[in-house]
């Protein structure tokens, strides 16, 4: 028998109406032959108001506690539910994390999913109930209630759908599905028929709110199609599945994270382990470092430059002042008025010219780009919070993301489930075998066909990158890292990127002659760089990746210099004759996590 889950937001059951709508739509999907398990969240936003209330009670709660509270909320939604279900006259249990068999880890606020036990739920859906379950919370081997951080019933949702065997999970939210960006910072934004999870996935970490990356990290591991829909109407939605939109689209979505932090560290020793020492301190104290990049550096220098939610500024600048004196950097400097833009797109791996385009566009609306980081699928770029929004619609419409690409996939041609009965139960198996979370990865490569172009002390103002990245795209030369960081000295700025190695010479040449045109200071590079690779699953919730890079590429005395991080992947760059070495010191530091 088919078997759907179905995910209400705090949102869709923010009243008593809400409620009974939401589960006259799961009465029709049982009507229509289907089992159902609905996922609720707490009722509007009272996971935010049980919050506010700790605050008021105790400055730092404890976060045991904070679980034992916040998990209430989804307590009173599943009740409620599951009464407006029997009001309609059909039958309904509801489900705390607990009684689901919903095991975790002991990590309060932010617990990872171990463990689901399907075999009650199945009995009660075969006795013909809807399940009504709770989302956000679990159980962990002490039998202490956890919350798995916020927006978390999405990672719920897909799990039961995973190990259930749903044929999908639905999202109901208050949009229409997933748009192009935020449809309530861009009006002009457009709703996509379907979306790859890998898009999804970096774009729900890059502000999406959406979808919770971590539910995506799930679906794509077990192979959960998702629909995101309204909960307030019947129509179809978007899917997330394997493939993206359109098969020629270089951009599929674009975001913003509005609130983010700069930290650029000045001075810091170019020796192997500097990194590793500051970003370790870093997470010792739980800070989530992103957009990391570390320029090649000049006597010696570099500036590692890093931004954190802004919320955690205040916590990281302390870290890193003890960490200051530690390294033997000579000072660090701070922005708090900064947020990062990105676009993400399966299909910009295969074309040039996506990231002139992005700079372009932003140059030409007078905005000022302070930072940049780069991977396969993903742009980022950090620019003054005032003129986000601005940078923002900039990039959708360069890339003409309100239109329908004329290639975007329709829903006649959208694919369902296509597993076997077989695999349920192996999946199951290897469930309780497994942490349903543990990093997985899936390759640890060298590619040593790359050579490293940096500009040094290049002045910060608008159209600079713009202008340096047409002039190579000019050449036909296709660019791969792209790192430039804020200098924190004179108003100058450092770009690095990489380029296909047989086309280094022609590049060094090009900027001979434009370093003049440009004002950069130096122009230097090398023919003989290693770019070392880890790929998996959610690398960026699974900070230790990129930390553990840095250490064991520390220990072997190799010098990191240039990295980039995505939810997908973490590549740095080091000296060619290092490669090999390299590559067998992340072999051993990671093999237990490759499958
Ligand atoms: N790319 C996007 N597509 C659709 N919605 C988005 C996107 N990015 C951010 N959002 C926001 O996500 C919101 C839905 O998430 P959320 O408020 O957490 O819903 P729920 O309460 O159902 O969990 C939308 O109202 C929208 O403003
Ligand atoms: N109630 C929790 C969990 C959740 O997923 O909520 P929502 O589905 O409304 O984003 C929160 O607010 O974080």
Not at 238 to 265: F, K, N, Q, W
Not at 464 to 469: D, K, T, Y
Request: aromatic fraction near 4%.
């Amino acid at each position: 028998m088919s078997l759907v889950v179905q995910k209400f937001g705090g949102t869709s059951v923010a009243d008593p109406e809400k409620i009974l709508s939401a589960a006259r739509k799961a009465i029709r999907a049982q009507q229509a032959g289907k089992q159902v398990v609905v996922v609720v969240s707490a009722m509007g936003h009272n996971t935010d108001l049980l919050i506010d209330l700790a605050g008021q009670i105790n400055e730092a709660p404890p976060a045991r506690e904070m679980d034992m509270l916040l998990s209430t909320g989804e307590q009173v939604s599943v009740a409620l539910m599951a009464m407006a279900v029997h009001s309609l006259g059909y039958k309904a249990v509801s489900m705390t994390g607990a009684q689901m068999g919903i095991q975790t880890d002991s990590s309060f606020t932010k617990a990872r999913i171990r463990n689901i036990s399907p075999e009650r739920i199945q009995k009660l859906l075969n006795d013909g109930n809807i399940v009504i379950a709770a989302g956000f919370q679990g159980i962990d081997d002490d039998f202490n209630i956890t919350t798995l951080g916020r927006g978390g019933s999405d990672t719920t949702a897909v799990a039961l759908a995973a190990v259930l065997h749903a044929d999908a999970c639905e999202i109901h939210t208050d949009v229409d599905g997933v748009y192009t960006t935020d449809p309530r910072q861009l009006p002009e934004a457009r709703q996509m028929s379907r979306i790859g999870y890998d898009e999804m996935l970096e774009l729900a970490s890059l502000g999406a709110g959406v979808m919770h990356n971590r539910s995506i990290e799930f679906a794509k591991k077990y192979g959960v199609p998702i629909h995101v829909r309204s909960s307030f109407s019947d129509t179809r939605g978007t899917l997330i599945v394997s493939e993206s939109e359109s098969p020629s689209a270089p951009v599929s979505g674009a975001a913003m994270t509005r609130d983010e932090a700069r930290i650029t560290v000045q001075g810091v020793p170019d020796n192997p382990g500097t990194s590793y020492e500051l970003f370790k301190l870093l997470a010792d104290v739980k800070i989530t470092v992103d957009m990391i990049v570390q320029n090649v550096g000049e006597q010696n220098r570099a500036d590692i430059s890093f931004t954190v939610p802004k919320e955690e500024l205040k916590r990281a600048a302390e870290t890193v002042r003890f960490a200051v004196t530690r390294i033997g950097a000579t000072g660090f400097t701070s922005d708090d008025e900064v947020s990062k833009i990105s676009v993400v797109g399966n299909g910009m791996s295969r074309q040039t010219g996506v990231a002139q385009k992005m700079f372009r566009a932003i140059a030409d609306a007078g905005i000022n780009i302070q930072m940049i980081t780069t991977s396969e699928i993903k742009i980022s770029v950090l620019v003054a919070r005032a003129s986000a929004q601005a940078a923002l619609r900039a990039v959708h419409q360069s890339f003409e993301l309100y239109r329908k690409p004329a290639d975007a996939a329709d829903w006649s041609e959208l694919p369902t489930r296509k597993s076997k009965e077989a695999d349920i139960q192996s999946l199951v198996a290897d469930l309780h075998a497994v942490d349903m979370e543990q990093l997985s990865l899936s390759e640890i490569s060298l590619s040593e066909d790359q050579a490293r172009i940096t500009l040094s002390g290049v002045p910060d103002s608008p159209g600079l990158a713009a202008e340096v990245f047409e002039a190579v795209a000019s050449k036909g030369i296709f660019v791969d890292m792209i790192v430039q960081s804020y200098d924190g000295y004179q108003g100058q700025t450092g770009i690095s990127f990489t380029v296909p190695r047989a086309q280094y010479a022609e590049c060094s040449k090009l900027f001979g002659t434009l370093s003049q045109k440009f004002e950069v200071r130096q122009v230097s590079g090398s023919e003989e760089i290693a770019k070392l690779s880890v790929s998996g699953i959610g690398l960026r919730s699974h900070t230790g990746v990129a930390i553990g890079m840095f250490e064991v590429l520390a220990e072997a005395g190799i010098n990191v210099e240039m990295i980039n991080t995505s939810e997908l992947r973490v590549n740095v760059v080091v000296e060619g004759a290092q490669g090999e070495r390299a590559l067998k010191c992340l072999q051993a530091k990671f093999a237990a996590n490759l499958i």
